[in-house]
């Protein structure tokens, strides 16, 4: 199995990144460091141990970590995630175990992750880059020693790829590209676009980095068979096993999230599962198409207005835009998949 080590912002999606990364057989879950984003710290903290509570994973130790950018004020999502991050479900059990505080988030993931073999750790981001951005400067060897990182984020937009964007199509950017925050900008590059700027810019970590965009997250959508199909115990090779309470808890925090997703975006078909596609990028890098090898550099703008109103959010700035680059045939650079095989995913 591949050692991982997740770092999350757990609402909707980050739930299915756990469940992914805490059941695949393929996968050796060290430990899990939370963050702001979707919700503050402590709601993102709280939804992460209930849901392994939920999955009966709780001997995954969970590590509490940043609670805020390094020099931005902290931009959340309620109205996608609700308030307490994982609104919409009566079944999410009341955690027993804490947070641990035997150490600092960054000092646990460091741990994990240096004890496993050179090359064999991979840290899987799903929320913002704040905890993974201190990690890497305060162990810089660490880029080195991992074999890979994934972060869900960026937008690189329709010009890239021929993803279905359902109704988020029409927000193009005039470059083809669209975000979810603004319409240059992802939400987790966004909320932090210096510590988004430092990871992708890390020159020995760079060759390793696979980011999963919004035009690849856009592929995976759980559509209401799906969401079906997941309440009748269809998926994750459990065929027609009938619903149950965790997969009841499963499908209400899609349902939430398809609601979500429908009022805010107009995106109907189902909303999408962006997060487990990091996860997945780690250990089942074949499910991706591999773009022939293409390598990008990128390039996070972090200047522009920045905040969480409608006002800066229309305003056209480009903050948080992540700006891809092609790289001759041979040179370093960041890989970005470019189409996903859903059914593969779903399995
Ligand atoms: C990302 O932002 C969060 O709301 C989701 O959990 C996902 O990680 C999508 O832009
Ligand atoms: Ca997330």
Redesign the pocket.
């Known amino acids: 199995p591949v050692p991982i080590w997740l770092d999350c912002?757990t609402?909707?999606?980050?739930a299915f990144a756990i469940l992914l990364a805490a059941y695949h057989p393929d996968v050796k879950l060290l430990g899990i460091s939370t963050i702001y984003?979707?919700a503050p710290l402590s709601h993102t903290t709280i939804n992460t141990l209930a849901i392994l509570k939920a999955t009966g994973r709780e001997d995954i130790p969970v590590y509490s970590g940043a609670s805020q950018p390094f020099c931005r004020p902290v931009a959340l999502?309620p109205d996608?995630?609700g308030e307490s991050g994982l609104d919409g479900t009566t079944c999410l059990p009341t955690p027993d175990q804490k947070a641990r505080s035997d150490n600092t988030a960054v000092e646990a993931m460091y741990k994990a992750l240096s004890s496993e073999d050179a090359g064999t750790p991979w840290l899987v981001c799903?929320?913002a880059l704040t905890n993974a951005a201190l990690m890497f400067a305060v162990h810089p060897e660490m880029a080195a020693h991992v074999g890979g990182l994934t972060h869900?984020?960026g937008a690189i937009g329709n010009g890239f790829s021929d993803a279905p964007m359902g109704a988020l199509k029409g927000r193009e950017n005039e470059d083809g590209r669209f975000g979810?925050w603004t319409k240059f900008a992802?939400?987790?590059v966004y909320i932090d676009p210096e510590s988004a700027s430092s990871i992708f810019n890390n020159t020995v970590l760079a060759a390793k980095i696979t980011i999963c965009p919004?035009d690849l997250?856009h592929q995976l959508l759980a559509t209401s068979q799906i969401q079906q199909d997941l309440l009748n115990g269809y998926q994750m090779g459990r065929g027609g096993a009938g619903p149950s309470k965790v997969r009841k808890l499963f499908v209400e925090i899609l349902t939430f999230f398809a609601q979500t997703y429908a009022d805010v975006f107009g995106l109907v078909e189902g909303p999408p599962l962006?997060?487990p596609l990091a996860v997945a990028a780690a250990f089942l890098p074949a499910i991706f198409e591999d773009n022939g090898g293409e390598r990008f550099g990128i390039e996070v703008v972090t200047d522009g207005l920045h905040g969480s109103s409608d006002h800066v959010r229309e305003s056209g700035s480009q903050c948080g835009r992540t700006v891809a680059t092609h790289l001759p045939a041979g040179q370093q650079g960041v890989r970005i998949p470019r189409g996903v095989d859903q059914m593969q995913m779903w399995k």
């Not at 609402?11 to 980050?14: K, L």
């Open positions: 912002d609402g909707h999606d980050d984003g979707n999502a996608i995630h799903t929320g869900m984020g979810n992802e939400f987790n919004l997250t962006h997060d």
